[in-house]
Structure formats: structure tokens, C-alpha cells
């Protein structure tokens, strides 16, 4: 039985930080790549960031990039998002998912099969 469970998310003005965190039940955890990705009302799910399996490699959305950092804490089954600088347009329910098949990165939302329930984000300008 794989979980998820995100935290951090909240209301905050623009320009203002926050860390997401997503404590995952996954027995492979250490062998998964993670990756966060995000939904805006009304918009389809989209790829923010990925860490492979020991941290090595980090991928970005062009649109996140140089302003988030993803990280993670194996010891902890755990992977974290810092969300720097935020914007209106990153106003959305965040979640994480585990690549249970693979340890490298995808972009490809159809690549995870397990979601957790998410957190949101709202950004005031």
C-alpha cells in the first residue's frame, strides 16, 4: 500500500517562500525517482520538478526553474519542494508521486501511478 501525505502548502503574498513536504509509505522509496507536479483550477496536471533515486539528477519546469529547489531525505522516505520567490500563476494544489517502476526522472504524468491528496498553494499579488 503505497501513501502520500503533503504539507507546506498555504496563502501567502507574492515574492514569499514555502517548502513543501511529502512523506511517502513506498517500501522502494530509496530506489524511486520522485516528482512533484501541480494543477491549476481549471488546467491540466503539469510537471514541476523530479530528484532521481539518490539525489544525483534534478529536472525543473521551465517555468519553476532557478526559483524552486527539490531535495529529498531517504532516511526519512521523504522529499521536499522549496518554492522561492512565488508568483499568482504558481497558485495551485501541489502533489508528489514516486516513479515506483524506475529510478530516473520522467516529465510524463502517466509515468506515476500513485498520487497523494495534495497541498495548496494561493498566491495574492
Known amino acids: 500500500q503505497v501513501q502520500l501525505a503533503e504539507s507546506g502548502g498555504g496563502l501567502v503574498q507574492a515574492g514569499a517562500s514555502l517548502r513543501l513536504s511529502c512523506a511517502a509509505s513506498?517500501?522502494?522509496?530509496?530506489?524511486?525517482?520522485m516528482a512533484w507536479f501541480r494543477q491549476a483550477p481549471g488546467k491540466e496536471r503539469e510537471f514541476v520538478s523530479c530528484?532521481?533515486?539518490?539525489?544525483?539528477?534534478?529536472d525543473y519546469a521551465s517555468s519553476v526553474l532557478g526559483r524552486f529547489a527539490i531535495s529529498r531525505d531517504n532516511a526519512k522516505n521523504t522529499v521536499y519542494l522549496r518554492l522561492n520567490n512565488l508568483a499568482p500563476g504558481d497558485t495551485a494544489v501541489y502533489y508528489c508521486a514516486p516513479r515506483t517502476e524506475s529510478r530516473w526522472c520522467s516529465k510524463d504524468a502517466n509515468e506515476y501511478t500513485y498520487w497523494g491528496q495534495g497541498t495548496r498553494v494561493t498566491v495574492s499579488s
Open positions: 513506498v517500501r522502494t522509496f530509496s530506489s524511486n525517482a
Open positions: 530528484i532521481t533515486w539518490n539525489g544525483g539528477v534534478t
